[in-house]
């Protein structure tokens, strides 16, 4: 299946609701984190490590490499590419967090950027990029 002939509104609809799931996951790893509390934090980063490894890995592997080029013609190279480039960010964070919750040491202070930079990350993608870009692929 070429990206062109993708049922759009379902992948999309897909991708919302692990965002909903990444986003419950962290939510409870930042209250933990938040308040200082690594053990709880790093208990709830291995606990949920298939959704923030193999999970997160697949799910950007579908934004950046089938829906981004499906909807970057029209909705521009600089919006996708900006979100392209926070996955990076995000799994740069992603692997430094769940490498030391496993090591029980976990880096609180990136711990709570990639909770904050998930969250603000998964938002925008629902509130914003997956809407204009159904407007554009139903234009
Ligand atoms: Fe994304």
Redesign the pocket.
Known sequence: MTPDFQPWPEVMGTLSKEHTEVRALLSRVGEAAGRGDATEAAWQITAGRDLLSGGLDEH?RV?DDELFPAIAGALGEGITGA?AEE?VRIRRLRDEVVAGATASALPLAACLELCDLLES??VR?DEMLFPAARQALEG
């Open positions: 950007i934004e979100f996955h990350h998964t993608e």
